[in-house]
Nanobody
Framework: QVEVIQYGGGQAQVGGSLRLSCTAS????????LGWWRQFPGKEREYVAS???????YYADSVKGRFIISRDNGANTGYLEMNSLKPEDSAIYYC???????????????????WGQGTQVTVSS
């Protein structure tokens, strides 16, 4: 069983930055695609960004140019660097790992097999 554990989050000022990270247990980390999702109160989870095992990245339009997804396979860790933060970025952020194959962009929750515990991000002025 793969366990995804998240780190980071917290509070930031408008225009500031935060970095989220997540680790996934097991030797197959480098074969996983990773994704970041967020959930606003009372809403469904919303896609944020994803990165393939080959380091191809994808972003939601709402974060493109501000957020950067990356990974360090040697450290079994994925990252989401969030810059130019806005109050509307405030949400619970989730890291997810997918053992599914290529040929997709991992923009559907159904693409993922393992989820982290979630971490709160709050952006205030």
């Amino acid at each position: 069983q793969v366990e995804v554990i998240q780190y980071g989050g917290g509070q930031a000022q408008v225009g500031g930055s935060l970095r989220l990270s997540c680790t996934a247990s097991g030797p197959a980390f480098s074969k996983f695609a990773l994704g970041w999702w967020r959930q606003f109160p009372g809403k469904e989870r919303e896609y944020v960004a994803s990165i393939s095992r080959f380091l191809t990245t994808y972003y939601a339009d709402s974060v493109k140019g501000r957020f950067i997804i990356s990974r360090d396979n040697g450290a079994n860790t994925g990252y989401l660097e969030m810059n130019s933060l806005k109050p509307e970025d405030s949400a619970i952020y989730y890291c997810a790992a997918s053992a599914r194959g290529s040929g997709r962009q991992w923009k559907s929750q159904d693409d993922y097999d393992y989820w982290g515990q979630g971490t709160q991000v709050t952006v205030s002025s």
